[in-house]
């Protein structure tokens, strides 16, 4: 503090001095040089170590150099996934397909919820858990399921706990969140190293090879649609999803972030994400916000909906809407 | 055509004993596709998609081995809270004013009530007898708001049926039981007793 306090006083006295000083005071110049001499050790030392590390560690040698996604050649992103079978087939004993497909031309994509009719009783979010290999211990689950009661808004009065014999019950109501995938993100703002973004077609993914676990964008985030794998993640061999995405439900490792994505490794191929299949109910919408036949578009047309924290300027691309 | 159906009853009356392929065959007359699967149904405004092969128990069908000419069971055209064979069936819908013969042809009981055009509805069109008095509902679920539908967002859908969630005895759905709550975070007081 202080130092800091002197150099910022007297810049020019800290001038005159490396003219005149630094060559005749001893002092100084033996601070220099040993500096000097320190760092080259230092280096050589660190370089080492490095090498070391990289070859002792788990992590490979195209592993630590991997680029992030978004800067990858095609050539290297079939190079990485085809490590990623390796690495998973050793780890795991299966087959695992690991995929990248892109963005579909003219697709945006947008979520709708009927909370009139969702019952609250989370068959989406063990759906979610199991198409997207969350950890069971520590729990990772991408959907809460909110219950209120009848006439209240108030998140800070909500109940994530709930667990009655039987849903749905007389004077509450349930509205699941997840992550919005916000038009505006902010969580994708405050990332350091880039490691999220918002993809072409609306989706918000993470690469979690390039993210460093920093959770600047949980804290971002005003809906608690991040999670951080605190331990390694555990998941039963036996209900592992083995069809999976680069960004989306590849099984992820210790000390990095993780959120839902709309089932990337599905919808990317047209179809609908786990939660949507399972809803017994049917409250739950997917479709392409650009196709005005698409039933998120019709239901933004016909229905009464709103968005969480609007107020936020964030632009979710989920809807809840009243059925009736 | 009505002489075709009339052969059809004839020959359902003579085959009782084969029930099953009478109830598939008298299905597939109205809906031009007797096999079982997806079948396609031109619904009206043009648009075609896949309908669910849901066939009833085979226990009650066809309907009409008992409510054939040939048992000439007495057609109750008033409410009875006792629905006889009927046992399972619980009649819960739409209050006290809707009636086995709302939906259920009294003449034809392999069939549903007809629309205004005349043409009998099968079982497996059901849900255009539904949109009858449920037209909003059944706006919405043609728009695929209302409903569930499977598949592919950009592409070929499984579309549920009304009576594919809905009881249609008793539509409103039952309370379930719900999955587990998330576990709670560990309290720094638990934290640290349990290190």
């Not at chain 1, 005149?20 to 170590?49: C, I």
């Not at chain 1, 997840?178 to 993100?185: G, M, P, R, T, Y």
């Not at chain 2, 085959?15 to 699967?37: D, F, K, N, R, T």
């Amino acid at each position: 503090m202080s130092r800091r306090k002197d150099d910022a006083a007297s810049p020019s006295g800290n001038d005159q001095q490396t003219g005149s000083g630094t060559a005749d005071d001893p002092k100084a110049a033996g601070g220099l040089e040993k500096k000097a001499g320190v760092s080259r050790r230092r280096f050589l030392a660190g370089t080492a170590g490095l090498f070391g590390m990289i070859t002792v560690s788990s992590c490979s040698w195209d592993e630590f150099f991997q680029q992030n996604f978004r800067r990858m050649t095609r050539e290297e992103i079939d190079q990485t996934l085809a490590r990623l079978q390796a690495q998973y087939k050793a780890k795991y004993g299966k087959d695992f397909v690991v995929g990248a497909e892109g963005p579909i031309d003219g697709t945006l994509f947008g979520y709708a919820l009927d909370i009139q009719r969702c019952i609250g009783c989370r068959r989406c979010v063990y759906a979610c858990v199991e198409e997207n290999n969350q950890s069971r211990d520590p729990q990772i689950q991408y959907i809460r399921v909110l219950r209120f009661r009848d006439g209240n808004m108030d998140f800070e009065e909500s109940d994530l706990y709930y667990d009655p014999d039987r849903v749905p019950q007389e004077g509450y109501y349930y509205l699941p969140v997840q992550c919005q995938h916000c038009e505006n993100a902010p969580c994708t703002k405050v990332c350091p190293v880039q490691a999220t973004w918002k993809e072409p077609d609306g989706i918000v993914v993470v690469d979690y090879n390039w993210c460093i676990g920093c959770r600047y964008c949980m804290a971002a985030c005003p809906y608690m649609g991040r999670w951080f794998n605190w331990a390694d993640p555990v998941i039963p061999a036996e209900e592992l999803n083995t069809r999976t995405h680069y960004l989306g439900n590849r099984p992820r490792f210790r000390n990095i972030v993780e959120k839902c994505t709309f089932c990337i490794q599905r919808v990317r191929k047209g179809r609908y994400p786990a939660c949507v299949e399972v809803c017994p109910v049917g409250a739950r919408k997917f479709g392409n916000l650009l196709d005005p036949a698409s039933e998120v578009s019709r239901i933004l047309r016909d229905k009464r909906v709103f968005r969480l924290k609007e107020e936020l300027n964030t632009q979710p691309k989920f809807y809840y809407f009243f059925g009736l | 055509m009505t002489g075709n159906k009339r052969t059809r009853a004839g020959a359902n009356a003579l085959l009782l004993a084969v029930a099953l392929a009478a109830w598939a065959a008298g299905s597939g007359a109205e809906s031009l596709s007797p096999s079982p699967g997806p079948a396609t149904s031109a619904a009206e405004g043009g648009e075609d998609f896949p309908v669910p092969f849901n066939p009833l128990p085979k226990t009650i069908t066809p309907c009409r081995a008992c409510h054939g000419p040939e048992k000439d069971f007495k057609i109750n055209w008033t409410r009875e809270e006792a629905l006889r064979v009927h046992t399972n069936i619980r009649l819960h819908h739409g209050g006290v004013r809707v009636w086995c013969l709302d939906c259920h042809s009294a003449e034809k009981r392999n069939y549903l009530l007809p629309l205004s055009d005349g043409k009998p509805i099968t079982f497996e069109h059901s849900y255009e007898l539904c949109g009858k008095c449920h037209g909003t509902k059944y706006r919405d679920w043609r728009n695929g708001i209302h409903g569930k539908r499977t598949g592919y967002w950009n592409g070929p859908k499984t579309y549920h049926l009304c009576t594919q969630c809905h009881n249609p005895h008793r539509p409103r759905f039952r309370p379930i039981k719900p999955k587990p709550p998330p576990k709670r975070p560990r309290s720094p007081v638990e934290a640290s007793t349990k290190h």
